[in-house]
């Protein structure tokens, strides 16, 4: 069973950057698809990114489009995710996930289809 460690969340102001890294234990990382999810305080977890086996492939939320980037690093089991542009709203605790397949090309975007989640890191953005 592989183990997920997030780490890289903080407080940043408006505007500025963030990077998560999630690392993976275990040596079938390459075997996963993985993906970027977030909780907001009252709300419900949402997807916020997902990437293939490959890395080739990569789906966003509508929400972060164009300001976040996910990108993974087979050499050292972790996956990314360049948060640029930073709002309040996107203050939540941020989860990474990975996806066993046998799809190298496919990247995931619910939360069901996902098999084992890391503990968390919370991004609080200050307006």
């Known amino acids: 069973q592989v183990q997920l460690v997030e780490s890289g969340g903080g407080l940043v102001q408006a505007g500025g950057s963030l990077r998560l890294s999630c690392a993976a234990s275990?040596?079938?990382?390459?075997?996963?698809?993985m993906g970027w999810f977030r909780q907001a305080t009252g709300k419900e977890r949402e997807f916020v990114a997902a990437?293939?086996?490959?890395?080739?492939?990569?789906d966003y939320a509508d929400s972060v489009r164009g300001r976040f980037t996910i990108s993974r690093d087979g050499a050292k089991n972790t996956v990314y995710l360049q948060m640029n542009s930073l709002k309040p709203d996107d203050t939540a605790v941020y989860y990474c996930?990975?996806?066993?397949?046998?799809?190298?090309?496919?990247?995931?975007?619910?939360?069901?289809?996902?098999?084992?989640w890391g503990q968390g890191t919370q991004v609080t953005v200050s307006s």
């Open positions: 990437i293939s086996r490959s890395g080739g492939n990569t």
């Open positions: 275990g040596r079938t990382f390459s075997t996963y698809a």
């Open positions: 996930a990975t996806k066993t397949t046998n799809y190298s090309g496919r990247y995931y975007s619910k939360g069901v289809e996902y098999d084992q």
